[in-house]
């Protein structure tokens, strides 16, 4: 089986050496030649172009562009792709995506590996990112069933935890774990750097060890991402904000109270919650 990749970044980079290490033949397809030729100088992949012609020659494609460049790619795709051709994506948000890519490519399937790192790119590209990560198929009512017993059995052979929600339930539950986070984190980043008294400021910096940077990792990724996320997730995303709000205002009172037993017990809840999360 061939399988082609469209998005030679990190998580395209990532599934490639994952599914030639499978025995799978790889095709990618990128933006930029000196990609492409850094792409098979190093064996991510067996064949590497910029024209999407090429992947007319696969089985199932993964499109690992930019969220906003999904739809668009797939509607490309679909001059080139034999029928039978499964296509894929690995977004973050999935209503609309998988609404307008399935519009466009009837055999297609909703999909979103949830594994990453700090650093971006094809240089950051390792081998078993997705190894016991959870990996969300997002199927609607008219995907076609093999299309997604294919993308499933992929995903299990990525030894990925392999997930199935509507979309509109992976939308609203990453809201809360990951793109509230990102939103969290960047406002922990702001109110640290604009403290008023530099001598303060300075002192923060140096004494930021590793719960800060535990803290404000994902708030200090890829702003590009983060914006996509909020302006594809805005719904869902508005509504975990208003209550992230909520939370704050109570811990607040409870605070300007010197309520402290009951300060105690937020906190308490909130390590007995968290191993459910982990």
């Known amino acids: 089986m061939t399988i082609g990749i469209v998005g030679l970044g990190l998580i395209g980079g990532c599934l490639a050496l994952d599914l030639q290490q499978l025995g799978y033949r790889v095709y990618g397809v990128t933006r930029r030649e000196a990609t492409a030729q850094t792409a098979l100088e190093q064996g ?7 024209d999407l012609a090429l992947m007319g020659q696969t089985d199932v494609v993964f499109v690992c562009t930019p969220m906003a460049a999904i ?57 078993g990112l997705f190894d016991h990560r959870p990996y969300v198929v997002t199927p609607i009512k008219t995907t076609r069933l093999q299309a997604l017993a294919q993308i499933k059995q992929i995903a299990t052979q990525l030894n990925a935890r392999l997930y199935t929600a509507s979309p509109t339930e992976h939308d609203h539950a990453v809201a809360a774990i990951s793109h509230l986070p990102v939103m969290v984190s960047a406002s922990l980043l702001h109110t640290c750097f604009n403290e008023d008294n530099e001598l303060i400021k300075t002192l923060a910096q140096n004494l930021a060890s590793s719960g800060f940077c535990d803290t404000s990792r994902v708030g200090g990724g890829n702003p590009d991402l983060g914006t996509m996320m909020a302006q594809y997730n805005r719904t869902a995303l508005l509504k975990t904000l208003q209550r992230y709000r909520h939370q704050l205002d109570d811990i607040t009172q409870i605070i300007e109270k010197e309520d402290w037993d009951t300060l105690n017990q937020h906190l308490s809840r909130s390590q007995q919650e968290r191993p459910h999360y982990l």
């Open 44 to 50: 991510f992949v067996t064949r590497a172009s910029c």
């Open 71 to 127: 739809v668009p790619t797939v509607g490309q795709l679909a001059q080139h792709l034999s029928t039978s051709t499964v296509v894929t994506d690995v977004g973050s948000v999935k209503a609309e995506i998988v609404a307008a890519a399935t519009a466009l490519w009837p055999n297609f399937v909703g999909g979103h590996p949830m594994a990453g790192k700090a650093e971006a790119g094809l240089a950051a590209a390792e081998p």
